[in-house]
T-cell receptor
Framework: GAVVSQHPSWVICKSGTSVKIECRSL??????MFWYRQFPKQSLMLMAT?????????EQGVEKDKFLINHASLTLSTLTVTSAHPEDSSFYIC?????????????FGPGTRLLVL | ELKVEQNPLFLSMQEGKNYTIYCNYS?????LYWYRQDPGKSLESLFV?????AVKQEGRLMASLDTKARLSTLHITAAVHDLSATYFC?????????????FGKGTKLSVKP
C-alpha cells in the first residue's frame, strides 16, 4: 500500500506556457502533500506544503504566483508552473502523508521531469 | 533552523569493501530517514529511524541513530555494484508545523569491481 503517482512523468514545453503536474495518492487519503524540486546533481528542496481544502504554504524564495498548488481532494494535489522559463526545468517530486503533522512517513511519487525550451 | 549535512558527498569504493556515510543534523528531530535514488528516478525509502540507539539492517546496509550526537550513519558492508546510487538522509523538521523533511545533499556512491 501507500502508492503515490505523478502525471506526467516527463514534459517538454515552450517558454511562456503553463504546465500542470498531478500528484495522486492511489490507495490512501493524503491530507498533506509536499512538493519538492531537484536540480541535476543536487538534493531535494521543499517548495511548498499543501493541505486538503486550504491554501498551500510556500517555502521562502518560492513564488506562489508562479507555482500554483491546488489540493482539491484527499487524493489529488496539482502543481501548475505558470509562464514557464528554461530555469524552471527540473525534476519535480511530490510526497504524501496519511495524516497531518510531524509523525508520519512520507510516500514519494516517481517524479516529473520538466524541460522548458 | 534545521540543517542536515552528509559526508562524504562522493564515495568511490571497491566491491567487497566496507564504508560508512555520515549524516549530522543541527537541531532536535525525532525522525531520521534514509533514501536511495537511482539516476533519473525518484526516492526509494530505505530506513526510518525513530529513537535514540535505533539500528536497522537490510541486506548489506545498516543504519543507526544517535539523537544525543544528532548523528545517523549508513554502513555499507561488502559493497556490490548494485549498491551504486545516490543516498540521501533526511530529518523531520520538528520545528515545522506540517512535518516536512529537510534533506542532506546526498552521497553519490560508486562501487567498482
Amino acid at each position: 500500500g501507500a502508492v503515490v503517482s505523478q502525471h506526467p512523468s516527463w514534459v517538454i514545453c515552450k517558454s511562456g506556457t503553463s504546465v500542470k503536474i498531478e500528484c495522486r495518492s492511489l490507495d490512501f487519503q493524503a491530507t498533506t502533500m509536499f512538493w519538492y524540486r531537484q536540480f541535476p546533481k543536487q538534493s531535494l528542496m521543499l517548495m511548498a506544503t499543501s493541505n486538503e481544502g486550504s491554501k498551500a504554504t510556500y517555502e521562502q524564495g518560492v513564488e506562489k504566483d508562479k507555482f500554483l498548488i491546488n489540493h482539491a481532494s484527499l487524493t489529488l494535489s496539482t502543481l501548475t508552473v505558470t509562464s514557464a522559463h528554461p530555469e524552471d526545468s527540473s525534476f519535480y517530486i511530490c510526497s504524501a502523508s496519511r495524516v497531518p503533522g510531524r509523525r508520519e512517513t512520507q510516500y514519494f511519487g516517481p517524479g516529473t521531469r520538466l524541460l522548458v525550451l | 533552523e534545521l540543517k542536515v549535512e552528509q559526508n562524504p558527498l562522493f564515495l568511490s569504493m571497491q566491491e567487497g569493501k566496507n564504508y560508512t556515510i555520515y549524516c549530522n543534523y543541527s537541531t532536535t528531530s525525532d525522525r531520521l530517514y534514509w533514501y536511495r535514488q537511482d539516476p533519473g528516478k525518484s526516492l526509494e525509502s530505505l530506513f526510518v529511524l525513530l529513537s535514540n540507539g535505533a539500528v536497522k539492517q537490510e541486506g548489506r546496509l545498516m543504519a543507526s541513530l544517535d539523537t544525543k550526537a544528532r548523528l545517523s550513519t549508513l554502513h555499507i558492508t561488502a559493497a556490490v555494484h548494485d549498491l551504486s546510487a545516490t543516498y540521501f538522509c533526511a530529518a523531520l523538521n520538528y520545528g515545522g508545523s506540517q512535518g516536512n523533511l529537510i534533506f542532506g545533499k546526498g552521497t553519490k556512491l560508486s562501487v567498482k569491481p
